[in-house]
């Protein structure tokens, strides 16, 4: 794994200013996806079924406005329950977002430990994270009406014979289940990076094709291909392209706080397994002990690298009621 001579990188720090209904629903501390826009940033957490756009102030991105996800597509469980997004893309005039399209293990409360053993078997599937969306941005940059892949045409049923993942699609993503966290799209392709499984070492992007289905449905114009990148254990928390390349934010897929790092893949040569010497190491990312989890990345066009973070701690909350990003430069 090459690593680069400044692993740190200049870190500067901006505010993204939420209004009072984000704050309410936690959305500026449930981070999960980002993109730059023509004006500002595209965001969206982890915990609602809606995305945000900030638009850049002079000195903060905020003037917030609210987009519901069932406005443009129809959700399989309708609009009120949260579609766990957790990557997006922009590319070719379309704003793309992907849920976690994974299962939910209920947490054990201490302060109920005669339920806890019960709530640990407790596993819920929510039908709004199996999503994969895609919607038109118009001059303005505003979104239309749009086409998603859900229900018996979503991910997890093309997967549902897979070799390698078909054994984890009945477990929760916090368990080393399938866990989609992250969506880059080049020219007509769709890579999709998987957190978990990670199989002994090895994290799994998704490689798609997807088309026009009718009837406002997305569906693969060809099989997906499946590449396997060792990081050492880590699994893939989100995506972002960078010319000819990918960066990919590298994370633990289990309930642990790092070690996070971002790293560089050129996926043009088309290996389906990618060893440690052909990946480089960009940066290490900084996190804390149950809390700043970086969970968002974007490239900007002045060429620095954006993160956000999923939990922030205390001093990355604001007065304002927003949150600090890091901005690196590499």
Excluded at 34 to 46: K, P
Aim: with cysteine.
């Amino acid at each position: 794994m090459k690593r680069p001579k400044c692993n740190h990188g200049n870190v500067e720090q901006v505010e993204l200013r939420f209004d009072h209904a984000s704050q309410a629903s936690q959305t500026h501390t449930n981070l999960s996806a980002i993109r730059q826009s023509a004006t500002g940033l595209w965001v969206a957490g982890d915990e609602t079924a809606s995305f945000e756009h900030l638009t850049w102030t002079g000195d903060h991105y905020g003037a917030q406005r609210t987009y519901q996800l069932a406005d443009y597509v129809n959700l399989p469980a309708g609009p009120e329950d949260e579609a766990d997004i957790e990557g997006m893309a922009r590319a070719n005039g379309h704003l793309w977002l992907v849920g976690s399209h994974s299962l939910k293990r209920r947490r054990a409360k201490a302060k109920d430990p005669d339920k806890a053993a019960d709530r640990l078997a407790t596993v819920i599937r929510e039908e709004n994270r199996y999503i994969l969306v895609r919607l038109p941005l118009d001059d303005a940059g505003d979104p239309g009406p749009g086409l998603i892949m859900s229900g018996g045409n979503s991910l997890t049923t093309h997967l549902s014979d897979d070799r390698h993942l078909a054994p984890f699609l009945a477990l929760p993503g916090k368990d080393n289940g399938l866990d989609v966290e992250g969506i880059a799209v080049t020219s007509d392709r769709v890579y999709i990076g998987l957190r978990g499984p990670v199989l002994r070492g090895w994290a799994v992007v998704l490689e798609l094709c997807p088309e026009e289905g009718g009837k406002g449905r997305l569906r693969l114009r060809e099989p997906y291909r499946k590449h396997f990148l060792y990081l050492r254990g880590l699994g893939v928390r989100d995506l972002c392209p960078d010319g000819d390349s990918l960066l990919i934010l590298a994370g633990p897929t289990m309930d642990l706080d790092g070690p996070v790092r971002v790293l560089r893949w050129r996926p043009g040569n088309k290996k389906r397994v990618v060893p440690e010497d052909e990946l480089e190491v960009v940066l290490d990312l900084p996190y804390g002990v149950g809390c700043d989890h970086p969970e968002g990345l974007v490239r900007l066009a002045d060429g620095r690298l954006m993160v956000v973070y999923d939990s922030p701690s205390p001093a990355r909350i604001t007065p304002a009621g927003g949150v600090l990003a890091d901005v690196f430069t590499i």
